[in-house]
């Protein structure tokens, strides 16, 4: 999905640009303008403004993620890795919709 938008110095630095594109389904709050960073730089949570422009094209993009996860799943696939011990404290939570990926690939 483009965006229409490019990491710039003036918009942050590239890594906090490529750790944005791994959001998960549940970082992003699009109602309330923001995007939440888990366990970003120095492992730490952080909420980053979502302009106004961008919130129908990722509300798009997050309904594709959903479709193709119906798909992986349907298939057999649609598993992700959690971090830490989520995943023995909330075993089918690597299937649930809100630990996939914004944008898969």
Not at 3 to 21: A, D, F, M, N, Y
Request: aromatic content about 8%; proline content about 9%; some cysteine.
């Amino acid at each position: 999905m483009n965006l229409g938008i490019e990491p710039t110095p003036e918009r942050g630095e590239c890594s906090s640009w490529s750790v944005s594109l791994m959001a998960h389904l549940r970082g992003v709050v699009a109602a309330q303008g923001q995007i939440v960073v888990r366990d970003g730089k120095g492992e730490k949570d952080r909420a980053v403004p979502l302009p106004r422009s961008l919130v129908e094209p990722l509300k798009g993009q997050i309904a594709t993620a959903e479709r193709v996860h119906a798909c992986d799943l349907a298939e057999g696939f649609g598993r992700v890795y959690l971090p830490y011990a989520l995943a023995r404290k909330y075993p089918n939570a690597d299937r649930e919709p809100g630990w996939q990926w914004v944008f898969p690939v």
